[in-house]
Structure formats: C-alpha cells, structure tokens
C-alpha cells in the first residue's frame, strides 16, 4: 500500500510570505502529526490531528497551524514566515491515534531567503 | 516537559562489531520508547520499540533495553553491517494525544 505522501517535496520562500504544506496519510490512518526537522534542534513535535481534531500542540508560536480533512489528509500552513523557519518539515501517520509507530513521509524542505 | 538526551552524538565501529546507543528521559509518566533510523536524505524509519511494562525487547540483531528507575533506555546492535550507517533517533513520550520528544540523534558510521 502506499506510504505516507507530502507535497512539495522543496519550496523556497521569502520573509513574510506564508506557505501551505500538505500530507496523505497511508490508507486507513486516521492520525498525522507534524514534526520540524534542523541541524540545530533537531526533530521537534508541531502538532497532531485525528478525526479533524487537534488534540495537541508542540511548542510553536501561533504563526504555524494546520487542519485535517474528512479523509484524513492534513495541511500545514505557516505564516509571516521568518528565517528560522528553514527546516524539513515532516508528516507522520498512524493508525492507533497517538505517537506510537509512526509512519513518516519523505517531508518538505522548506528555504526562507 | 519531557526532555530527552542522546549519547554520544557520533559512534564508529569496525564491521561486525556492536554499537550501544544510550539515552535519558525525564518525565516519569512517558511509557513508550520508540528508536528511528534515518538515512541520509531519506524519512525517519521506525527500527524497534518498547513500552514501559518491558524491559528488553530484540528483533535479529537489534535490541532495546530499559530501566524504569534510572529513566534510562539504549539501543544495541550487534554484528554491524555497512547498511547500519545512519542517524539514530530515540525518543519518549507519555502517549495519548502528546508527541514524541526526541534526542538530538546518533551518527553511526560502520569502518570496513
């Protein structure tokens, strides 16, 4: 079955902008989490939806938020983009609802110039 | 929150040889101990996992073990092979609706 799909897989942005990133989760995941990916911090817990519910937040400011869609798939969205926020984004899936045996996407790299 | 530490941050063994990576947490409540694989360019793969009723767990050459009492839990791989070089990340979380909070991650690097 296919895995866990994100797209783009690069963008490149300018401070200020927003941009909107999306994942597919394996067929049958009702869960997806979002984790920031950099050399410096490392992999870091965004936020996590199941059944189109948030049902918790990482440490981040309010600029990034997300939302999932009936059919499981969610968006990220971030906005008034700044430097710091160069890093490979990831998508997770998973069927039992929490953080256990997380299936991740390939991710999306994203460049604030 | 929970906080979790990685050690050491690059590891070489010669082939064959084993590694044993070690971490930490803090939050007496985490329950369930995930060990990912990256490599390089690619997604996080989940190798191996243990919950908090488990003291050790193996699958061929990977084994995890745990100690409750000292928040203390590594992973060990033996007879390493040259497709054991990548990033390793371990991780904790108390479940329910939190994420994973990882460690900073281990290179480990196979010598021919």
């Known amino acids: 079955k296919a895995g866990v799909t994100q797209t783009p897989r690069y963008l490149i942005k300018t401070r200020g902008q927003q941009v909107t990133l999306s994942c597919s989760p394996i067929?049958?995941?009702?869960?997806v989490s979002w984790y920031q990916q950099t050399p410096g911090q490392g992999l870091q817990f965004l936020f996590e939806?199941?059944?189109?519910?948030?049902?918790n937040k990482g440490n981040f400011p309010g600029r990034f938020s997300g939302r999932q869609f009936s059919n499981s798939r969610s968006e990220m969205n971030v906005s008034t983009l700044e430097l710091g926020d160069s890093a490979l984004y990831l998508c997770?899936?998973?069927?039992?609802?929490?953080?256990?045996?997380?299936?991740f996407g390939s991710g999306t790299q994203l460049s604030v110039l | 929150g929970e906080n979790v530490e990685q050690h050491p941050s690059t590891l070489s063994v010669q082939e064959g040889d084993s590694a044993v990576i070690k971490c930490t947490y803090s939050?007496?409540?985490?329950?369930?101990f995930p060990w990912y694989k990256q490599e390089l360019g690619k997604r996080p793969q989940l190798i191996i996992d243990?919950?908090?009723?488990?003291g050790e767990k193996k699958d061929q050459r990977i084994a995890v073990t745990l100690n409750k009492t000292a928040k203390h839990f590594s992973l060990h791989i033996t007879e390493t092979q040259p497709e054991d070089s990548a990033v390793y990340f371990c991780?904790?979380?108390?479940?329910?609706?939190?994420?994973?909070?990882f460690g900073k991650g281990t290179h480990l690097i196979i010598q021919p």
């Open positions: 939806y199941f059944s189109e519910t948030q049902r």
């Open positions: 067929s049958g995941h009702r869960s």
């Open positions: 243990i919950r908090s009723n488990v």
């Open positions: 997770a899936s998973s069927l039992l609802g929490s953080a256990e045996k997380l299936f």
């Open positions: 939050d007496s409540a985490s329950n369930y």
């Open positions: 991780a904790a979380t108390p479940g329910g609706a939190d994420g994973l909070t």
